[in-house]
RNA sequence: UGCCCGAUGGUGUAAUGGCAGCACGAAUGGUUCUGGCCCAUUUAGUCUAGGUUCGAGUCCUAGUCGGGCAGCCA
């Protein structure tokens, strides 16, 4: 661990309670609920939990939140693992709440030994009623002095089936006036006959998140239990569990601010509402936060991991820039992803003095490392380049294709535009050039200095490609900042996916799903799963970082 | 008109009573067979008012603003 790099708060807070002997390493868990995916700001906890242990010489479990049988599927503890993974984490073990559900059974029975705990008859309503407002304190439940038998025959009952749900429900004894609504004599258990993904109907009364979280901690010997911070109000609850029920361990919860990033919702709800409403393709579609949008978008997980490092740790709400991301995928995929041309908006162009036969120029699969070996690119009379490296009437600083102007074709030789082809409604459909036969191989003997460079591929030697252009899933920074009576759906971004047939280099035709390309001048790519052999699908992860499309991308037309 | 938490450039994050720094973004220039990468430069910040102190972004008080909390969800 770099000695001199600044610290964040829980770093800061590990490290004080090594040096104080309170612990020797610490122990962390990831607890998500399989109720749906994981998305980047799970991606966050993940980093968090399993670096703090990694870096101080602990270890990190993985913990199936799973006190919720209405809400929770197999379905997704596969794909939660899966993306932990793929994250590039290790758990040490893999445990589900549900594993400890007789041990806070029987702690919810101390609870009412003790005269703490208490079955409650009142409806939901009922109970809300009684808990006060922001401002008033609560009133007490009329069975709230029930005695430690009745109490605890009752329990039993309810978890033998007995009663229907919602009919009673166990209670923690605190304090009805507590300003802090969490203590106002909380639900610990209610009663749920929906079967169990694991337990099956071994169960019919489940424990609520407060009354299972800590003492799995504590079970776990977990020895900072990290959250985001709509906990916070919860923490002197799971401090009054962990104080008046004999567990072997004391875990200390500590919160930190969720992440939210520009240009896209991160609520489980709204994730779900995109995909239900279709305005996605599913949880992986390339546009969504979630891991494996991420993922199949072609975010690598050191990208991610380092992303995340970036942003940074700390108490207050943060929404980091999209850009942050993109930074991270480049500064990755600079040094490692295979070049290739690639035209996505062709305009072919007739060589006139070009040989009828083809030429072979040789190109770099990695430019900065030549280790990474190359390919012949075939070079013939007609190829494509991109529509926007020619302007008929180029702005100044132009340094593309023009009528009469010269560029290199990257790795071939340099043209000359001589001649403008359109149709009858004046589009450009077609340009003529002429080749210099001395700039074979890219270079003149005269060394003369062309300032544009351009990809192209041949018009007769490609293969086609689908490619689909991604751009943010919504258009305002803040998809959730609307009018009244509009919703986040408004900000959907209506171009954030467009499909274009692209003409690549032949050796693409056998790319496979993940595998990940620089096309040279347009961004970084990711074959899709979709992909067949025959029928290339490739996703745009991001394209370059590119200054003249920002200065002149829209004037340029 | 309750309780809890927070407030440093556009964004994120450091500075732990002693020169407000880093990264992203933005801008400018250099370099270049990718208008990429790289290099250099620039831009821009301590919420307000008091107080403590030789000295306050940091400590105290009050205010302002922002976030969270009234599921038998997590």
């Given at each position: ?14 490290e ?21 995916y ?12 399993f ?8 270890y990190?479990n993985?913990?199936?939140?799973d ?7 197999v379905?997704y503890v596969d ?7 793929w994250?590039?984490?290790e758990?040490?073990?893999l ?7 007789q041990?806070?059974?029987d702690?919810?029975?101390h ?12 409806s ?5 009623w ?21 109490n ?18 166990l209670?923690?004894?605190i304090d ?5 609504l ?8 209610r ?5 169990h993904?694991r337990?099956?109907?071994t169960?019919?009364v ?8 800590g003492?799995?901690d504590?079970?776990e010997?977990?020895t ?8 916070e ?18 875990p ?9 990033i ?5 609520s ?7 995909v239900k409403?279709?305005?996605?393709s ?10 494996c ?11 991610v ?5 970036k ?18 995928l ?20 007739v060589i ?25 690119v ?13 302007m ?12 009469g102007?010269?560029v ?39 060394n ?18 689908e ?28 171009e954030?996916l467009?499909?274009?047939?692209a003409?690549g ?14 096309f040279e ?5 990711c ?5 067949r ?11 370059l970082?590119d200054?003249?499309?920002k ?7």
């Open positions: 661990m770099p000695e001199n790099a600044s610290k964040n708060f829980i770093e800061e807070i590990v004080e309670n090594i040096a104080s002997g309170l612990i020797k390493t610490p122990i962390t868990r990831f607890p998500p609920e399989p109720n749906g994981l998305h980047i700001g799970h991606a966050k906890a993940i980093c968090l939990d670096g703090i242990a990694k870096e101080y010489g602990g990190c993985l913990r199936m939140d006190t919720n049988p209405t809400k929770e599927d379905e794909s939660i693992q899966e993306d932990v993974r994250l590039g984490w758990w040490k073990n445990y589900y709440a549900s594993d400890y559900y041990q806070i059974y702690w919810a029975i609870l009412i030994r003790e005269g703490k705990a208490f079955v409650c008859d009142l939901a309503d009922e109970i809300r009684h808990r006060g407002t922001l401002t008033e304190p609560g009133k007490e439940s009329p069975y709230r002095n029930r005695s430690a038998e009745e605890l025959d009752l329990f039993e009952r309810m978890n033998k089936g007995e009663f229907a749900e919602g009919a009673r429900v209670r923690a004894k009805m006036a507590h300003p802090n969490n203590l106002r004599d909380p639900v610990i258990y009663i749920v006959h929906t079967p993904h337990t099956g109907n169960w019919h489940y424990p609520m998140y407060d009354f299972a979280h003492q799995s504590a079970i010997g977990i900072h239990s990290l959250c985001t911070l709509e906990f109000d919860h923490r002197p609850l799971y401090n009054w569990f962990i104080e008046n029920l004999p567990v072997p361990h004391k200390r919860q500590i919160e930190f601010a969720r992440l939210n520009t240009y896209t919702v991160m489980k709800r709204k994730l779900l509402q995109l409403d279709k305005h996605v599913g949880w992986d579609d390339p546009r969504m936060p979630t891991i949008g991420l993922r199949r978008r072609g975010y690598t997980p050191e990208s991991r380092e992303f995340v490092a942003a940074g740790l700390s108490k207050r709400p943060q929404t980091v820039d999209l850009a942050l991301l993109d930074f991270c480049r500064q990755d995929l600079e040094e490692k992803a295979t070049r290739r041309m690639v035209v996505l908006d062709p305009l072919k162009v006139t003095n070009f040989p009828e036969e083809t030429e072979l120029y040789e190109g770099q699969n990695l430019p900065s490392d030549p280790a990474r070996g190359s390919r012949m075939p070079l013939t009379r007609e190829i494509y380049i991109e529509r926007e490296d020619f008929e009437n180029p702005p100044k600083k132009f340094f593309r294709l023009y009528p102007g010269e290199r074709l990257r790795y071939a030789c340099y043209i000359t535009c001589t001649e403008v082809i359109k149709d009858a409604e004046g589009n450009i459909t077609e340009l003529r050039a002429t080749f210099d036969p001395l700039s074979r191989g890219a270079t003149t003997p005269d003369r200095k062309v300032k544009g460079t351009i990809h192209w591929v041949s018009a007769t030697e490609n293969t086609p490609l490619v689909r252009l991604y751009d943010p899933l919504f258009s305002k920074e803040n998809p959730d900042d609307v009018e009244e009576g509009k919703s986040f759906l408004d900000n959907l971004n209506p954030s467009k499909v274009v047939t003409y280099e032949n050796d693409l035709a056998h790319a496979q799903p993940g595998e990940r390309f620089q001048r347009k961004g970084y790519f074959v899709d799963k979709d992909s052999p025959g029928a290339v699908v490739i996703n745009r992860t991001t394209t970082r200054v003249w499309g200065r002149f991308g829209d004037k340029a037309e």
